[in-house]
């Protein structure tokens, strides 16, 4: 019974320090990702950059992780920012 307590505890430690990375994580997100319209997006983008591509590829990025649409910056990236890998 002692074992199963010492790992429940460790368990609710895990997680717990979970909950605190991730939150940090969003809120390191949200603060370098402000929302941005998408005027201010396509003024981002490469000059000669498809405004209808570019908006569309914003849309689904941002359904696909599941991420603000608004705060899809151009400059985003897959793995480091939104956690692909």
Do not use: N, Q, W
Not at 6 to 17: E, R, S, Y
Not at 19 to 46: G, H, N, Q, W, Y
Not at 68 to 83: C, W
């Amino acid at each position: 019974m002692a074992a199963f307590l010492v790992c429940l505890a460790l368990g609710v430690v895990f997680v717990l320090v979970v909950v605190t990375s991730l939150k940090r994580d969003i809120a390191a997100f949200r603060e370098r990702f402000p929302p941005i319209s998408d005027a201010e997006f396509l003024a981002r983008c490469r000059p000669g950059t498809d405004p209808e591509v570019a908006l569309k590829v914003r849309r689904i990025v941002a359904e696909h992780f599941a991420v603000e649409y608004e705060r899809i910056h151009p400059e985003t990236r897959f793995i480091a920012d939104l956690g692909a890998d």
